[in-house]
């Protein structure tokens, strides 16, 4: 291949100008494939609606100091323009345990500070949802969390926050964008030095003070037991929950097993593919322990510890439980133990590409149901609407990738609470005789069976990309001859249902459907089913069948 001039003039510039410190040139000078060098350079990482996500290393299309300054640099930038003094209020930033979150942290105070805006740093890794609760709890005018959330290894990420601790939602993201991709010269960025940060107030430290708040407002949604003898493996995957979940845990009475070497962090996670609790093998050497104890629970958190995985000890072995099926046993669960507070303005929340089973359950109690983007920061913008107006009162949100929250303590998913609501539901169950695996086939048997599954591709790069795109197109170009059954399409990039324009596609038939969505944050496409059947072996025939014709569209 010949590499283009763009690409050829910035790896050059990238490997041989001093202002790059000597492991970044160095890298770039052991890199001879002409793939690998388009890789990195062909594009600059995008800052997009969702922040920064992307695999570290160096060059315009990786996560490394230089990208990082950049954001941040932007993101001052539009804070200087657009709040006057209320800058001074600063921005709140925390880390967790991959490697390198705590370098860019820092990079990213250090060029705050050096825009004239305080920057509030944590000085140990901290959960997203625990960032989220500072940004409001100190006031500040918004915040930062360094993080890849459940990403492989490889990975790692930047979230903006807004004042009220929910991520920057669409206008506001665009705005930071715009501000971000004006910055063109990357040797132009200022960063202050530590020390005179610190001396001129610009740079100030927090630690556990404002955790240990969290922790104490968490608890508050705790509904009490009559008798609580619940045996819970727990394990933080190697990051950032350890301290949060097994304090929440502890204080309230629950029996807490760790798994000792997923317990510290570390941003290798030797332990695991993926650190990622939706998938079965990360909860594995978990598993193992509680059928080796005869624990009830299974619980894993991811690296930011703002998504929860779960498996429950039954009499016929360990069921493995998917985001939907959580979500709607905790919908129905807090719908009946808050029964008596209820009313037809209490608000469920969830996801397109989340199961109708919850919202069913839901509308059972009498309650309305909001369907959101995906994203969590779509959840927190109608937490944030509801305050306003008082239209509606907030009792839980989710999605279908194991993100839930309960309270309005934070704006964004929180395993912490998540965690601990998980192990009051089941210790509330225990008392009557019933494991989770039981009460799930309960609310199957009154609402149907309900079949919900994600297949995702990966498909890396820019001809990834180009894929990805020339699939959406074959879609859309297919309609509802795609495959038999279709009722009716849903094509959200012109904005339906009162809902921003967005590039997914939901395929509707009957009680069921079939949504595709290119992810926004990894270099993947994403087909999400949902299928309501008699019993399991009817909804399995139908899932199949379906699957079929996507993999073969992919496959092409």
């Given at each position: 291949m010949s590499l283009g001039k763009n690409i050829t003039d910035a790896f050059a510039f990238w490997r041989d100008n001093e202002f790059f410190d000597e492991a970044t040139r160095a890298e770039l000078a052991a890199v001879t494939d002409e793939k690998e060098i388009e890789d990195r350079f062909w594009c600059d990482l995008e800052f997009g609606t969702g922040g920064l996500r992307g695999v570290m290393g160096a060059g315009t299309n990786r996560m490394n100091s230089y990208i990082i300054r950049k954001a941040t640099r932007g993101l001052a930038d539009y804070i200087n323009a657009n709040f006057g003094e209320e800058a001074k209020r600063g921005v709140a930033i925390a880390y967790d345990s991959r490697n390198n979150s705590a370098i860019f942290a820092r990079e990213a105070a250090l060029t705050l500070a050096a825009a004239g805006i305080p920057a509030y740093l944590y000085t140990e890794l901290m959960p997203t949802p625990v960032l989220s609760f500072t940004v409001r709890h100190l006031g500040c005018v918004s915040g930062i969390v360094?993080?890849?959330?459940?990403?492989?290894?490889?990975?790692?990420?930047?979230?903006?926050?807004?004042?009220?601790?929910?991520?920057?939602?669409?206008?506001?993201?665009?705005?930071?964008?715009g501000c971000v991709n004006a910055i063109t010269d990357l040797t132009a960025i200022p960063v202050m030095d530590e020390e005179a940060a610190k001396e001129a107030g610009l740079l100030k430290l927090i630690g556990r003070e404002v955790l240990n708040v969290f922790c104490d407002t968490v608890k508050k949604q705790f509904n009490g037991l009559e008798k609580n003898d619940l045996h819970v493996v727990y394990t933080a995957l190697h990051g950032t929950g350890n301290?949060?979940?097994?304090?929440?845990?502890?204080?309230?009475?629950?029996?807490?097993?760790?798994?000792?070497?997923?317990?510290?962090?570390?941003?290798?996670?030797?332990?695991?593919?993926?650190?990622?609790?939706?998938?079965?093998?990360a909860l594995s050497i978990g598993i193992k322990k509680c059928e080796e104890l005869g624990a009830d629970l299974v619980i894993g958190t991811d690296p930011d510890c703002d998504r929860v995985g779960i498996a429950v000890n039954t009499p016929n072995g360990i069921r493995i439980m998917t985001g939907n099926?959580?979500?709607?046993?905790?919908?129905?669960?807090?719908?009946?133990?808050?029964?008596?507070?209820?009313?037809?303005?209490?608000?469920?929340?969830k996801t397109i590409v989340?199961?109708?089973?919850?919202?069913v359950i839901a509308e059972?109690?009498?309650?309305?149901?909001?369907?959101?983007?995906?994203?969590?920061?779509?959840?927190?913008?109608?937490?944030?609407?509801?305050?306003?107006?008082?239209?509606?009162?907030?009792?839980?949100?989710?999605?279908?990738s194991y993100g839930y929250l309960i309270g309005?303590?934070?704006?964004?998913?929180?395993?912490?609470?998540?965690?601990?609501?998980?192990?009051?539901?089941?210790a509330y169950y225990k008392v009557e005789g019933k494991n989770l695996s039981e009460v799930l086939d309960e609310i199957y048997a009154e609402h149907g069976y309900y079949l919900d599954t994600l297949d995702?591709?990966?498909?890396?790069?820019?001809?990834?990309?180009?894929?990805?795109?020339?699939?959406?197109?074959?879609?859309?170009?297919?309609?509802?001859?795609?495959?038999?059954?279709?009722?009716?399409?849903?094509?959200?990039?012109?904005?339906?249902?009162?809902?921003?324009?967005?590039?997914?596609?939901k395929y509707w038939m009957g009680g069921s459907w079939v949504a595709v969505r290119p992810s926004g944050t990894e270099p993947k496409i994403k087909i999400y089913y949902s299928v309501r059947g008699d019993d399991q072996a009817a909804a399995k025939k139908?899932?199949?069948e379906r699957r079929a014709v996507f993999a073969a569209i992919i496959g092409e």
């Open positions: 360094v993080t890849a959330s459940h990403n492989p290894k490889e990975y790692n990420g930047y979230k903006v926050y807004d004042r009220n601790g929910c991520q920057v939602c669409l206008e506001e993201a665009e705005r930071i964008i301290v949060p979940v097994r304090q929440v845990l502890g204080d309230l009475g629950f029996k807490v097993t760790i798994i000792p070497e997923q317990e510290l962090p570390d941003g290798n996670f030797p332990t695991v593919i993926s650190p990622n609790p939706e998938n079965a093998e099926q959580v979500g709607a046993l905790l919908v129905n669960y807090l719908a009946m133990r808050r029964k008596a507070s209820l009313t037809p303005n209490t608000a469920v929340i989340t199961s109708e089973l919850g919202a059972k109690y009498g309650l309305t149901v909001f369907n959101t983007l995906t994203g969590f920061k779509f959840i927190g913008e109608h937490i944030c609407n509801f305050e306003k107006t008082g239209s509606h009162n907030f009792l839980m949100g989710y999605e279908e309005t303590h934070a704006r964004d998913k929180d395993a912490v609470v998540a965690s601990m609501m998980i192990c009051e539901m089941a995702s591709y990966t498909l890396k790069g820019k001809d990834g990309q180009e894929k990805i795109k020339a699939i959406m197109e074959t879609l859309r170009e297919k309609g509802t001859t795609l495959m038999p059954g279709i009722d009716r399409i849903s094509d959200y990039k012109d904005g339906i249902e009162g809902l921003p324009k967005t590039n997914v596609l139908l899932l199949e």
